[in-house]
C-alpha cells in the first residue's frame, strides 16, 4: 500500500513531501493527561521526570527556512519538486481520553493541502 499523507490523500509514487517541523515540549502533566512515559520502571521514569509529565506537541510550517537546509545536507533533494502538507494539528484530547480508559475520538481535522514549493 502507498504511504498515506496528513489528509490521508495518498502520496504519488516518486514524490517527496514535507509534512511540516515537529517539536515536542516535556512539561509536568496536570490531572489526568496522559503521560509522557509508564509508571514502571519507576525508578528510570522518574528520574528522569518522565512518568509525571506529559508532551505539548506542535507541527509549524517552517518550509522556507527547513528545506533550503535539506537540499544543502541533502543533493538527492536539489532537482526535487518537494510540496508542502502539514500534518494536522497535535489534538491532545484524543490521547487524554485513551489514556483515562475513554474512547478515542476520530483524528484530528487534515491540516494544509499540498501546495508546491
Known sequence: MPPRSADDSLVPPQSVVYLGRISAHLRDRKDTEFRAGSLIPLIDQAALGISNATFDVAVSDQSSVDLPRFKQEFAALRTQ???????????????????????????????AGVKPN
Not at 82 to 104: K, N
Request: charged letters at 15%.
Open 81 to 111: 519538486a518537494i510540496q508542502t502538507q502539514l500534518l494536522p494539528a497535535y489534538d491532545r484530547g484524543v490521547f487524554d481520553r485513551a489514556f483515562s480508559g475513554g474512547a478515542a475520538a476520530s483524528a484530528a481535522q487534515p491540516g
